[in-house]
């Protein structure tokens, strides 16, 4: 069956541009996640979403930052006012169940970068 | 707060056994991962260990964890060429919230 998929693949932007990147996970999985890979660095985590619970902001690095999930389906991922910094591979998962021990399945990533 | 830490390169030649290790800092985390990721790819899971095993052995990967010294270890036997990527540790709880916990991964290259 299909995996999660990410769009754009690539994304180049100016300084101080909004962002948006899109999320589709796997159907039937409740649970969704936001990573943010810098180069050479493991994965930081962004945001969670679990049903139709409110989200776990608690990664997210500013306010530029938010995300949501309709339908409990897609996600969207929005950087407002990119900087330099935000520069990354983004990365979302989903999985079956939120807790512990389920595979989280990871999309190809959007390359995010900020000139 | 939780912590995960490996070291970043390892090199190996081919044939060779890798072992790619792990340290943790929550004792409370409830399964341990690793997660191999391919140049240009995603993350895919390899193969993961619950906290109150010690040993799990799965074709040429064995992982072992001991919990006292919050330490878990990736062998990989008669390592290929195709096994270079990088190589993630992660730890999960049992909670809702940011419940995975990923290292900064180890770049794992194979020597001919």
């Known amino acids: 069956g299909a995996g999660v998929s990410q769009s754009p693949s690539n994304k180049v932007t100016e300084k101080g541009k909004d962002v948006e990147l899109r999320c589709d996970p796997i159907s039937g999985h409740t649970a969704l996640y936001w990573y943010r890979q810098s180069l050479g660095q493991g994965l930081e985590f962004l945001i969670y979403f679990q049903g139709n619970s409110a989200p776990d902001k608690s990664g997210l690095p500013s306010d530029r930052f938010s995300a949501e999930r309709t339908g409990g389906s897609v996600s969207t991922l929005t950087i407002q006012r990119t900087q330099q910094e935000d520069s990354a591979v983004y990365l979302c998962a989903s999985s079956v169940q939120p807790s512990g021990g389920y595979e989280q399945y990871f999309g190809p990533g959007t390359r995010l970068t900020v000139t | 707060g939780e912590d995960v830490e490996q070291s970043l390169f390892l090199s190996v030649r081919e044939g060779d056994s890798s072992v790619i290790n792990c340290t943790y800092t929550d004792s409370s985390s409830t399964y341990l991962y690793w997660y191999k990721q391919e140049p240009g790819a995603g993350l895919q899971l390899l193969t993961y260990?619950?906290?109150?095993?010690d040993m799990k052995q799965d074709q040429r990967l064995t992982v072992l964890l001991n919990k006292k010294d919050k330490h878990l270890s990736l062998r990989i036997a008669d390592t290929q060429t195709g096994d270079s990527a990088i190589y993630f540790c992660a730890e999960s709880f049992d909670n809702y919230g940011q419940n995975f916990v990923f290292g900064p991964g180890t770049r794992l290259s194979v020597l001919p």
């Open positions: 260990i619950f906290s109150n095993m």
